[in-house]
């Protein structure tokens, strides 16, 4: 079950990732995480409903180029803003060239990447998790660019230390699907019309993909923790940095027991 859907009118893909059930039978608190895309385009009604929130941090994943094409975050007077670059050093240039000279097909291969993400980035996604296991820094919000990428992978690791099941945190990387989905034709057709009507249809084919997430993608960031650590929880305490009492506290700040209705 997801939490209740929050819109953002200048903010993409926006999300509670409260609601989830845990192996174990718990619930994930909502109001606490949010995962989101880039907050520059917040509206002041936007900032409003942030503050109504009560959001205290503000993890920003993308690139210096990601922040310098899409514009600083815009933000509540008082939140704290953390910048935890992750997984963008030759991504993000790669990325901009494809969308400048209409080559899609050189568009980077998203479950490789997410590969790339876990054998390069844990101990940035590690330092994630430490802001969160404090609970001074809550309510949080954690995004890149779209919040599908760096983020998908990003909210896959926390559900996982939470004890949420794999279909379901799969079925949650796979929601920004339903958020982009409407758009990314109209996308596709503007594209196609700026390249004067020219773009070989492999081209759109291979923007459509990336614009996308598919199961397998999120599949291969676990796979790789899994050939990497063994393990996802040895993943997270060797290759990410967060020891066993911060992932306590994360599971004390995060999850509460079901209510069992009375006989």
């Known amino acids: 079950m997801e939490a209740a859907s929050i819109v953002l009118e200048g903010v993409p893909n926006f999300r509670d990732l409260g609601g989830y059930t845990s192996t174990d039978g718990g619930i994930v608190r909502t109001g606490r995480v949010f995962r989101s895309g880039h907050l520059a385009k917040s509206t002041d009604d936007d900032l409003a409903t942030l503050t109504r929130l009560g959001i205290r941090t503000v993890v920003d994943f993308r690139s210096r180029l990601g922040v310098e094409t899409f514009g600083s975050d815009r933000l509540p007077d008082g939140i704290r803003y953390a910048w935890i670059p992750i997984g963008a050093v030759n991504a993000d240039p790669a990325i901009r060239q494809a969308f400048e000279t209409g080559r899609f ?11 790339v993400l876990i054998r390069e980035n844990a101990a940035d996604f590690g330092r994630l998790m430490l802001l969160i296991a404090d609970s001074a820094n809550l309510p949080l919000i954690f995004h890149c660019i779209g919040g599908k990428d760096r983020t998908g992978v990003a909210a896959a690791l926390l559900l996982s230390i939470l004890g949420v099941p ?20 109209a996308r596709l057709s503007r594209l196609n019309e700026e390249a004067g009507g020219k ?64 006989p």
Do not use: C, K
Not at 167 to 180: G, K, Q
Not at 212 to 224: F, G, P, W
Not at 237 to 246: I, L, Q, R
């Open 166 to 185: 794999w279909p379901t945190v799969r079925s949650d990387y796979l929601a920004s699907n339903a958020h982009f989905g409407p758009s990314i034709e």
């Open 105 to 115: 097909s050189e568009l980077p291969n998203l479950a490789a990447a997410n590969r």
């Open 199 to 262: 773009l070989d249809p492999s081209d759109l084919e291979a923007a459509r993909r990336f614009l996308i997430v598919e199961r397998e993608d999120i599949d291969a960031a676990r796979d790789e923790i899994l050939a990497v650590s063994g393990s996802i929880e040895g993943f997270v305490t060797e290759n990410m940095g967060v020891p066993a009492d911060a992932m306590e506290s994360i599971r004390d700040e995060l999850l509460e027991e079901q209510e069992v209705p009375e």
